[in-house]
């Protein structure tokens, strides 16, 4: 099981976010993979890149507090946190080396434009029949969705966000420092617009500046006819509102078959299961049994032999993305064969032995009743 965010950078849950950023440098610092040869100090650093990306981003550390990993499994990087935001690689080395060299690593101005959102997961359980015919499902998402006051700028209506004085809109501050050992140039992100070049001077009251906001979202989706375990639909345009008035990713539905309690699915075909007498068994009838679409009248053969499997053609699951073509119902038949019998019926099957020749005495009727489903 993943460990707690929290717990990774050894923060309580209601840190702050300069709290969160002191401690993610502290660590980084002490598990940087140049700095800390050991083994498995390379997956710490990893793990507590991670935690830091998520904790350190409002609404994605909203999503991780009411949902857990799952929450952001999508939009959290694989890759090392680009240290542009606390100061950069060379902040952290120079508390080692105290600035050796001259020039430091430049700093990766975040994106200011419109963003794709985050696509979403949503696991949904079918009865065995909602499986078998589709149909439509209602459900409910909690998602963002674009500000309706702001249209997804943040800003308040009327205003807009205008180029960040601090860096003159690139994003990026320059600090030089002198050393004995030659000039240090540290590239980082700009601390007043986080990168972004922009600022908003005034931020909409709805949405805090966010542009997006958390709802929850009624859908009507189709599910097709033939689905099973695993099946997975893709609702376009349904996931996360994008930021800054980007466009929203998709829903992923992954569908999860409940069991029924009378019938059993491989594949496209379906199974159960009849017990009849012996009398029927040898003489052969006709009865009624359950099928996904209602009762249906099967044919016993005579001599019936004990699961024996009987097959009523298209009556399985509709095979998927063409519905016409379905599966069949395949009928395992039990023989009930009575361990008491009355005074009657077992002077009629003494009658019936002698007929057949057969001998009752060691092994009783059951004996008999036996031999006649072997022979």
Same mark, same amino acid.
């Given at each position: *099981?993943?460990?707690?965010?929290?717990?990774?950078?050894?923060?309580?849950?209601?840190?702050?976010?300069?709290?969160?950023?002191?401690?993610? !440098?502290?660590?980084?610092?002490?598990?940087?993979?140049?700095?800390?040869?050991?083994?498995?100090?390379?997956?710490?650093?990893?793990?507590?890149?991670?935690?830091?990306?998520?904790?350190?981003? &409002?609404? *994605?550390?909203?999503?991780?507090?009411?949902?857990?990993?799952?929450?952001?499994?999508?939009?959290?990087?694989?890759?090392?946190?680009?240290?542009?935001?606390?100061?950069?690689?060379?902040?952290?080395?120079?508390?080692?080396?105290?600035?050796?060299?001259?020039?430091?690593?430049?700093?990766? !101005?975040?994106?200011?434009? &419109?963003?794709?959102?985050?696509?979403?997961?949503?696991?949904?359980?079918?009865?065995?029949?909602?499986?078998?015919?589709?149909?439509?499902?209602?459900?409910?998402?909690?998602?963002?969705?674009?500000?309706?006051?702001?249209?997804?700028?943040?800003?308040?209506?009327?205003?807009?966000?205008?180029?960040?004085?601090?860096?003159?809109?690139?994003?990026?501050?320059?600090?030089?420092?002198?050393?004995?050992?030659?000039?240090?140039? /540290?590239?980082?992100?700009? &601390?007043?617009?986080?990168?972004?070049?922009?600022?908003?001077?005034?931020?909409?009251?709805?949405?805090?500046?966010?542009?997006?906001?958390?709802?929850?979202?009624?859908?009507?989706?189709?599910?097709?006819?033939?689905?099973?375990?695993?099946?997975?639909?893709?609702?376009?345009?349904?996931?996360?509102?994008?930021?800054?008035?980007?466009?929203?990713?998709?829903?992923?539905?992954?569908?999860?078959?409940?069991?029924?309690?009378?019938?059993?699915?491989?594949?496209?075909?379906?199974?159960?299961?009849?017990?009849?007498?012996?009398? /029927?068994?040898?003489?052969?009838?006709?009865?009624?049994?359950?099928?996904?679409?209602?009762?249906?009248?099967?044919?016993?053969?005579?001599?019936?032999? &004990?699961?024996?499997?009987?097959?009523?053609?298209?009556?399985?699951?509709?095979?998927?993305?063409?519905?016409?073509? !379905?599966?069949?119902?395949?009928?395992?038949?039990?023989?009930?064969?009575?361990?008491?019998?009355?005074?009657?019926?077992?002077?009629?099957?003494?009658?019936?032995?002698?007929?057949?020749?057969?001998?009752?005495?060691?092994?009783?009727?059951?004996?008999?009743?036996?031999?006649?489903?072997?022979?």
């Amino acid at each position: *099981m993943a460990r707690d965010y929290y717990e990774i950078l050894g923060i309580s849950r209601d840190a702050d976010k300069e709290e969160i950023k002191r401690a993610y !440098r502290r660590l980084a610092r002490k598990y940087h993979p140049d700095v800390n040869k050991e083994s498995g100090a390379e997956e710490r650093f990893k793990e507590i890149n991670r935690a830091y990306e998520v904790l350190s981003e &409002p609404e *994605m550390r909203t999503r991780y507090d009411r949902f857990g990993e799952a929450g952001v499994a999508s939009g959290v990087g694989a890759g090392f946190q680009d240290f542009s935001d606390i100061g950069g690689f060379a902040d952290i080395f120079e508390s080692f080396f105290s600035g050796f060299g001259g020039g430091a690593g430049q700093a990766t !101005r975040r994106r200011s434009g &419109p963003a794709r959102g985050d696509d979403l997961r949503l696991d949904l359980k079918l009865d065995f029949r909602e499986a078998v015919f589709g149909g439509e499902k209602e459900i409910r998402i909690p998602h963002l969705e674009n500000c309706n006051i702001c249209s997804g700028s943040g800003a308040k209506p009327g205003t807009s966000s205008q180029s960040c004085s601090t860096c003159s809109g690139t994003g990026q501050v320059r600090r030089a420092t002198r050393t004995p050992f030659g000039s240090f140039t /540290q590239v980082s992100a700009c &601390p007043t617009c986080n990168g972004e070049g922009q600022v908003i001077e005034q931020k909409c009251e709805a949405c805090g500046g966010a542009g997006r906001k958390q709802e929850t979202k009624k859908l009507k989706i189709t599910i097709p006819a033939g689905v099973d375990n695993g099946t997975r639909l893709r609702v376009s345009r349904e996931g996360d509102a994008g930021a800054k008035g980007g466009p929203p990713g998709d829903l992923y539905v992954y569908l999860f078959i409940e069991e029924d309690a009378e019938f059993h699915r491989e594949g496209i075909n379906i199974l159960s299961e009849i017990k009849i007498s012996y009398l /029927q068994a040898i003489l052969g009838c006709r009865l009624e049994v359950n099928t996904v679409d209602g009762a249906v009248e099967l044919t016993i053969p005579k001599g019936t032999q &004990p699961d024996t499997v009987l097959t009523l053609e298209n009556h399985g699951v509709p095979r998927l993305g063409n519905p016409v073509s !379905r599966g069949d119902h395949l009928i395992t038949v039990h023989i009930d064969i009575p361990t008491h019998i009355t005074p009657e019926e077992r002077e009629l099957l003494e009658k019936l032995a002698k007929i057949k020749g057969d001998r009752t005495g060691k092994g009783g009727l059951e004996g008999f009743l036996g031999g006649l489903f072997r022979g």
